[in-house]
């Protein structure tokens, strides 16, 4: 807490504008070139009800979402109690309420430590004095906050002015003065410890821009060369087809929503044989349908990606939250042996990145590549650094090359070393094709020898060898040598890379692996991690334990591995890994 | 294009539009029937082979890719489509045609057909039906008349079939059509007709499954077919006169039953694009710039 | 039904026909409506809610049997029609009513719209159509009018709606009506018969999404309706008419647009069985004779 | 070869009637209490193309298909190059051809050994002159086989006039005529080693009845009570609905042929919902268009039997062949973390007990159980053993008591120890509820608290315990204490267990074991047959080595375990199996 970073709660009901206020703060930061991250909670209500959002901000790295809170917001008690539990409260945290000193004392059972300081502030009242509504209470909770912590004022005015951009000037002035009138409060009348004061590293600062990962999803694909997308709205992935509905017809590409999941993928497939760099985006249901179709692109040898930002199942389980539970699906859950690659993303900013190698993969080795991002991921507001630009390189499907082969000899699925064949593409090339989800020979036309299906079973499985030489793509934390090793992936990556750099400060030889191609695994990679270790804890939030089981299913683990599993809902936190690594070390 | 390409010779006589892969349907299968018109439509349009592509679902009939030339595509049971859709948005320069049987477009594939119609991206969809499910041999096909017995209805079926040309009608496809197996002359003048319309054509082909269903299928159908085009005063684009062709019994109709211009979807696709180059277009790199904070 | 049980009393007032849990929807949501004249449905009907279904898929909409007594199913999106003809199929004494969404029928759930209409199983289907996707946060919805800007139409969409009661008349359902989520008496009114109707009936009701498409949508369709049974001269059972009401534009027409009776399915199922007891049914474990060498 | 079995293998064009032959031989083998078994290949063409059948038959127990031939039977030379490889000679095995001797040599490459020798029989000739058509060649040819082998003539005939009791009184006659006059050619020009002839064990006699495994799941199906059958047609599983078209309706139970298997599966859970037992039944490309309603079923509690014949993957594959590559999907193919149990039949006989099982454990535990069939078991024509029809007891569904909770205090899903609780009927209950889809509380109302969420997670896996303890459906072969073992499953059950057998009578120590629960796995079970263990190799017909990966997700296997597997295609045959424990034991 305070210091080198800040983790705030704020909690209200419908109309209170918590999300708002959470936006206008994370667009402070990145102007600052803080790093930052929000995490948003809805109640049942399908719009305007109770609602609530967790804020982390520092300008060092910050890449697990915020675990206890240093400052609660409370503009709204009731709605506290159906939060709480997300929204617990650190040693010496503090917490701001609507209200007058002085007055009845309002029902609060906090979650967490006892508070170090309640601070009663006339929010609603002094917005009403300064902006004419009440509406206005959040802005002045932002001024509060800004006067209370230091934050940097100039950013965010700037940040307040661009959330209210669409508004008339009157509006945006009322919430400045809001702001103002909350800021001047706060220094006048109440202080913090300058402990908690947070400390801006003016040598970070930093180009900073603020997305989701279905934001850097989306504008990652894009930059890729994708120029086809087809969709079915789903919570937590619809944002990427929003943004691609968007921005891609300009750019001559065709953003599509289709009448469901299937047809999505049915039109990724076709669009990927006529030649386009197709992607679809769903959640765990979608994928579910598209099943069948995954298994086609499979056999037929046929690029496309697929994103699934997974939420908590199974079947429609929990929309809005976030959950690591279709792993198994995304490597086995097609029928028949079926290969694909599956690929995870680790935080916001590595959304991107991971388009790019999705799309060089699908496109070289000509198979579906299923990109397992999360709900957390996916709707994570952050601040992050600009993504590098200049890594994008569309890679370019092979296709035979007229000197070498004649239309007459071109042989679509012939069985090389590699496992690829030259693809042509219709319109473009004039080595025809008859492409087939049934056993095919190497012409493209139907067997029913079990020879041939083994060498075709043989000739795509082979194309996964080449991935997982070629794709290096797994992070490593902690020292080489230490004896105490975790394996995890994906959003989980944030708290479990936190976790040790605590420990290893505390100068305990801690390390981490988040492989990030799950399948097929560089097993070689993750063998030299495990050489040093002495224990190894396998960390995933699935009930089942889906990551150790594909572990199993690619490698020996260590005997006697240990596993930390749970059911997803609420993202793993920093101080629960530190205590998992704890009970290890003891 | 690229310019590289060796252009390969196109064929000169529909039988060199076939791929020469030899059929593995029946003896008596109605699909030949189709598949001779399929490749003296090819022929008569011309079609460049590398610009054309054929897709199908699964069934007897969706073995259809196989036997010529072109890009082709032996899908999946039920959603050839969407696949035959997304090749065409990818790529409209190509001639997109898709085929399957009954099962595959009305039972399986049924929730596509309704959003293909209203969509009206131009491709030409051929359903080959002949009543009953032929490559899975012989159960219940949605145009199961009533009664019929298969393997899966071993009392009669208690169902009402489905309707395939009023049920395109319903749906607002653009061109409707119906042919018959046993007319190679008239279905390739109905496919012609349809590749030729912009936007989505549909067109059932009545073709007997002599397997299953029984070689008496095209004497039956013969003895039945009215041709809509030496019907005085048919006029196609008259829906409610479509609606009543539909729904007739005793006779089959045969022809363009319905046929409708109304804007092509890469219509729509188009007029969006021209209005946001006005607007101009920002480098891709700069997108980047809405990020910032 | 078991000698056993101990009936709970039933419900006698409509809103005692509720299950007291608190709907989500936002206020003024056209759902709210819905719930209200369903209750009354209920308790007009005299429902016994142990021997009452009420299925659904997802979506805003879809959360409605949470808040009725009786048996209830929050589904998946898509599937509320075959889940609901499984119920009724098995166990032919329930009453058995779907209801969703328009993406949710109408979209995922396209495939199984014509196929219910064609087997006549005698439930009711209840769309609350509200023009876009509500859950998921304003989504194109197959039924958005053409040109409207959704999150993922933001040009306006180039695609033609479908139109709910003009596809359930093309796909031959016995009975189609469109209600009006304003109109609580209308809605209880039209239900009741759909309910009574011998077969499947499906009645679409505009309901309007106050926060995604807007709280005039009210006023606008007010403006607008008509009732049918105020039409004099219109004939339910005349098709023709009922395809002229389906394709009426500026006007939008309330009540039963459609209504033909002809037999349920389960009228098939239950002359098939009477002929083969007729014939004399084996004891099960005699069928065993049948694989004797 | 001889003795106690005999091989046979046909081949023919279409027309030459090799499938009528070899029921005929099947149903024969059947009246005269023998095992037999049938193994159909067709060729390319949709009907009347070339086609092969593989017999084998015994008056003990047949549990594989038919490895090498000792007898080939080639009505066409042409065919036989299409099947040759399915189609392998033994050593001393005789072929019995169309034709005259001196005539031409026809182009024969046999594969396997060399013939002992090659019979030239006029068999088209003497049909001409006997049945007065060539059609009756193929009964001419079963005369033939008749009057070399010794088989039952009296049975033999019976057969033959069952298998036209449709025709007329004249064709049956003449059949029979063309019958006699092979019999007597053979026993009067020709003869085989005594050695070859079929010794018949009388005291073997027994009651057989001839069914292929689709129709034992279909009948077993039908007596385990299911009264609710929705499907939708696929190779290799229509034969049940079929079955159940013709049988059901008259016992008032509902089969319905719907419009995808999306909607069979979602009548089937309605089905279950309003009381029904309820089932379907596909392959591959059908289970992976239900995979999302399968994880609704499962998060819902409902009560489902889901048949899957494996056919050849993935997608399309090979729609008439076998194989064991959907073994993940069933296990792990839904997305999130949704328990269900899979279950394999390992022959034709076993499906009738396995579809007992299937609905009991469904009934009783309220979740999904799929079977897992494949290709092989559910075509294959077999003479087996009356199934034990005594053995069906359904199991009534649990509902809430009426005297011991009272609809308004019951909870539908009420987190109970076992996992499971009290199940209410519509129209039999008063104890309303609501289910859903979505994660809910006990009452079934949805909720998006992570802790309920957990705890229904906990519930529901609670329920895979208690099915793991209490079903017990494992297989065992040979000596408990053997040092080698094999683990395998479903269809490879015939050849491992024969080569146990084979290997055992020869002294040598070998066992192998066939769980049937596949997930979840009794694994006390599994770790007992270890314990004896010095080399454990594992089984499947799967490319990608799922058994494998799915036995190392359930639980640790001994070091240095070995795997044997590739794709199907063809059924596991009992020489491979044999040279397989061969090469461990070297
Ligand atoms: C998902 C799926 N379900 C079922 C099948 C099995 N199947 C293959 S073709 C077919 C139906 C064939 O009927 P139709 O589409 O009318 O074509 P036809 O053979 O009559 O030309 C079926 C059910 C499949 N391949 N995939
Ligand atoms: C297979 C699947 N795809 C997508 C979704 C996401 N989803 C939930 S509801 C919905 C559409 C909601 O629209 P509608 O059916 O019209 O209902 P409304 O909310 O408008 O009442 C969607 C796309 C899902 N739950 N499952
Ligand atoms: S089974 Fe019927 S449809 Fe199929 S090839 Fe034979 S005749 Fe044609
Ligand atoms: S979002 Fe729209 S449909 Fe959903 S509850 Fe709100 S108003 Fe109703
Ligand atoms: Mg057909
Ligand atoms: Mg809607």
Redesign the pocket.
């Known amino acids: 807490m305070g210091g080198d970073e800040l983790n705030l709660g704020m909690v209200g009901s419908g109309g209170d504008g918590v999300m708002v206020t959470g936006e206008t703060l994370v667009n402070a930061a990145a102007k600052k070139g803080m790093k930052c991250l929000m995490l948003k909670s809805f109640g049942p209500q399908?719009r305007g009800g109770e609602a609530s959002c967790k804020i982390r901000m520092s300008s060092k790295k910050v890449s697990a979402p915020p675990d206890k809170l240093d400052v609660l917001l409370a503009l709204n008690w009731n709605d506290y109690k159906r939060f709480g539990i997300e929204l617990e409260l650190s040693d010496g945290g503090v917490v701001i309420e609507d209200g007058h000193e002085g007055d009845e004392e309002p029902e609060r059972s906090i979650v967490g430590a006892q508070p170090a300081k309640i601070y009663r502030i006339p929010l609603t009242e002094m917005a009403k004095e300064t902006a004419g509504t009440k509406l206005a209470k959040n802005m002045v909770a932002l001024g509060v906050l800004s006067g209370l912590f230091d934050l940097p004022d100039k950013e965010m005015q700037a940040a307040l002015r661009k959330t209210f951009s669409r508004k008339s000037v009157e509006i945006i002035d009322n919430n400045i003065k809001a702001y103002e009138a909350g800021k001047s409060y706060a220094e006048d009348n109440l202080q913090v410890p300058s402990s908690m004061k947070l400390v801006i590293d003016e040598s970070m600062l930093d180009k900073r821009v603020v997305m989701t990962g279905n934001d850097a999803a989306a504008y990652g694909a894009l930059l890729a060369g994708c120029s086809f997308f087809a969709g079915?709205?789903?919570?937590p992935s619809?944002e990427i087809m929003e943004w691609l509905s968007n921005h891609m017809p300009a750019y001559g590409g065709t953003m599509i929503q289709t009448e469901?999941?299937i047809a999505a993928m049915g039109m990724v497939i076709g669009a990927s044989l006529a030649g386009a760099k197709a992607m679809t985006a769903?959640?765990g249901?979608?994928i579910?349908?598209m099943i069948e179709l995954i298994g086609l692109a499979s056999i037929a040898e046929i690029p496309c990606v697929i994103v699934n930002a997974q939420r908590v199942g199974p079947s429609?389980g929990i929309?809005t939250k976030s959950e690591q539970s279709d792993l198994l699906q995304a490597c086995f859950g097609t029928h028949g042996d079926a290969p694909k690659v599956v690929i995870a993303p680790a935080d916001v900013a590595d959304c991107f990145d991971v388009m790019r190698e999705a799309f060089f993969i699908s496109e070289k080795y000509q198979l579906p590549v299923v990109v397992l991002s999360d709900g957390f991921i996916a709707q994570c507001k952050s601040s992050i650094h600009e993504p590098d630009l200049d890594k994008i390189r569309p890679w370019e499907r092979a296709r035979p090359k007229a000197d070498e082969v004649s239309p007459a000899d071109y042989k679509r699925y012939e069985i090389t070393p590699s496992g690829v064949t030259w693809m042509s593409i219709p319109g473009k090339d004039p080595h025809l094709y008859r492409a087939a989800g049934i056993e095919h020979n190497e012409a493209g036309d139907p067997t029913s020898d079990f020879a041939e299906h083994e060498r075709m079973n043989e000739k795509r499985y082979r194309k996964l060898e080449g991935v997982a030489a070629e794709v290096n793509f797994m992070r490593h934390y902690g020292p080489d040598d230490a004896s105490l090793g975790v394996i995890g992936w994906g959003s989980s990556k944030g708290p479990i890379r936190e976790a040790v750099e605590i420990l290893n400060a505390q100068g305990l030889a801690v390390k981490a692996l988040i492989p990030q191609v799950l399948y097929p695994l560089d097993t070689r990679q993750v063998y030299q991690f495990f050489e040093s270790l002495d224990k190894l804890l396998v960390v995933e939030l699935s009930y089942s334990k889906q990551f150790l089981n594909l572990l199993k299913a690619q490698l020996d683990l260590p005997d006697g591995t240990l596993h930390y599993g749970r059911s997803g809902g609420r993202p793993l936190a920093v101080y629960e890994m530190v205590e998992q690594f704890r009970k290890l070390l003891d | 294009m690229d310019t590289t390409v060796q252009a390969a010779p196109k064929p000169s006589t529909p039988s060199e539009y076939k791929s020469g892969l030899k059929p593995v349907w029946c003896p008596g299968c109605g699909d030949f029937g189709v598949l001779n018109a399929l490749s003296q439509v090819y022929h008569r349009l011309e079609f460049d082979p590398m610009n054309t592509m054929l897709f199908s679902g699964i069934g007897c009939s969706s073995r259809i890719p196989g036997y010529l030339k072109g890009y082709g595509f032996n899908g999946v049971h039920g959603r050839v489509l969407p696949i035959a859709t997304g090749a065409k948005l990818a790529n409209p320069e190509l001639t997109v045609i898709a085929a399957g049987g009954d099962g595959d477009g009305f039972s399986i594939g049924t929730g596509h057909f309704p959003h293909t119609c209203r969509r009206n991206v131009d491709i030409t969809y051929i359903v080959m039906d002949n009543n009953i499910y032929g490559l899975t041999k012989g159960q219940l096909s949605p145009t199961s008349p009533g009664q019929m017995v298969t393997t899966t209805s071993s009392y009669g079926s208690i169902e009402n079939p489905i309707n395939p040309i009023g049920l395109a009608i319903g749906c607002g496809a653009s061109f409707v059509a119906r042919s018959f197996a046993g007319d190679i002359k008239h279905m390739v003048d109905v496919i012609c007709q349809g590749i030729e319309h912009k936007g989505f054509s549909f067109i059932q082909i009545l073709s007997p499954c002599v397997t299953f269903v029984g070689k008496d299928q095209f004497g039956i159908i013969k003895n039945q077919v009215r041709y809509l085009n030496e019907v005085e005063g048919y006029d196609p684009t008259d829906r409610s006169h479509a609606f009543q062709v539909a729904d007739e019994t005793g006779q089959i109709s045969l022809g363009v039953i319905f046929q409708h211009p109304f804007p092509e979807y890469r219509h729509g696709t188009e007029i969006v694009r021209q209005r946001l180059i006005k607007r101009g277009v920002p480098e891709m790199k700069d997108l980047i710039a809405k990020f910032r904070p």
């Open positions: 399908i079915y709205p789903i919570t619809s469901d999941e769903t959640s249901p979608g579910s349908l429609t929309p």
